[in-house]
Every structure is written in structure tokens, then in C-alpha cells.
């Protein structure tokens, strides 16, 4: 996940993925005074992969020994995330080999995150399911009214 917004453009990112790399496979961007993290998305069905001549691209990395270095796949992405360095694309694969990705670990201001959106989905299920529980218990005053209030109501007050 990519928070623009907190993005400063130091620059850490970029100097901590070229490190590890050899070259970054982040971007930061600046427009009209704001940074912009450029970074691949991982894409379901991505376009990188499937203009491939050669199939280098797989789901997270190119293959560079079988990258010919043709650009097809820098050009069709939709984010700009593909880079070419030496004629090899490279891309972000989120550093599997690592606890957490160098660009993540060196952003001072956080503005660059991995989300487990399975993790996600539960947080959000179980909050949900927090504000559901409530309904059709009793209220406070013993009654066993339920307590499913429109807006309508609400802003008239008729409910404190």
C-alpha cells in the first residue's frame, strides 16, 4: 500500500532497494511539490506478464536470463513500474528472501506498506460482526426493543 501523502521524497527507498538490487525498482515521483512512490502492484492479470515474448515475467520477478531486453513490458504497464536496467527489465518482487522489504524498512515516514488483505478482511468481518452483535439485545432501560435506528431518527433526536 502506497500513502502518497506521507511521502516526503527523501529518497531512502530508492537508495535502500538500489543497494540490495543494483538498481531501484521504486520510483519516486514529484508533482506539483507532492512525492509519488512508484512501485509495481503485483498485478492479477499483468499485462507485463502476458506481452512477454519470451515469458522472463512471472508472477513476482523477471527471469533476467530470459529477458531480451525488448521494453514491451516497461511500456504497457499501467503504473510505469517496470524498469530496465542493463537491457533487463526489472521489477519489484517484494523481497521474498527478506522479513521485510528494504524500500518498507527504510521509509522513515511510513508512507510505504505491504498489506495481508486476508489479515485485512478479518479485522473488518470482526468489526462487523462487533456492531451486529449488539442488535436485538436488550436495552439499557430492560426493554426488549431493538436498538436499529435510521438516520432520519437520529438527526431528530428522537433516540439520547
Known amino acids: 500500500m502506497i500513502q502518497?501523502?506521507?511521502c516526503d521524497g527523501c529518497l531512502d527507498c530508492e537508495e535502500a532497494c538500489e543497494k540490495l538490487h543494483g538498481a531501484s525498482r521504486i520510483m519516486i515521483r514529484e508533482i506539483e511539490g507532492s512525492y509519488y512512490p512508484i512501485i509495481c502492484q503485483?498485478?492479477?492479470?499483468?499485462?507485463c506478464k502476458t506481452i512477454c515474448p519470451t515469458e522472463a515475467i512471472e508472477d513476482k520477478e523477471v527471469q533476467s536470463e530470459k529477458c531480451i531486453g525488448c521494453g514491451l513490458c516497461m511500456l504497457i504497464c499501467p503504473f510505469g513500474a517496470v524498469v530496465m536496467e542493463d537491457r533487463k527489465a526489472q521489477k519489484c518482487h517484494q523481497c521474498p528472501d527478506l522479513d521485510t522489504p528494504a524500500c518498507i524498512k527504510a521509509c522513515s515516514k511510513r508512507a510505504i506498506n505491504i498489506i495481508d488483505t486476508e489479515k485485512l478482511k478479518l479485522e473488518k468481518q470482526a468489526k462487523h460482526i462487533a456492531k451486529l452483535s449488539g442488535v436485538g439485545k436488550k436495552s439499557k432501560q430492560g426493554s426488549d426493543i431493538i436498538n436499529v435506528l435510521t438516520a432520519k431518527?437520529?438527526?431528530k433526536g428522537a433516540f439520547k
Do not use: S, V
Open 4 to 6: 502518497p501523502d506521507l
Open 42 to 47: 503485483q498485478c492479477e492479470d499483468a499485462p
Open 153 to 155: 431518527t437520529r438527526a
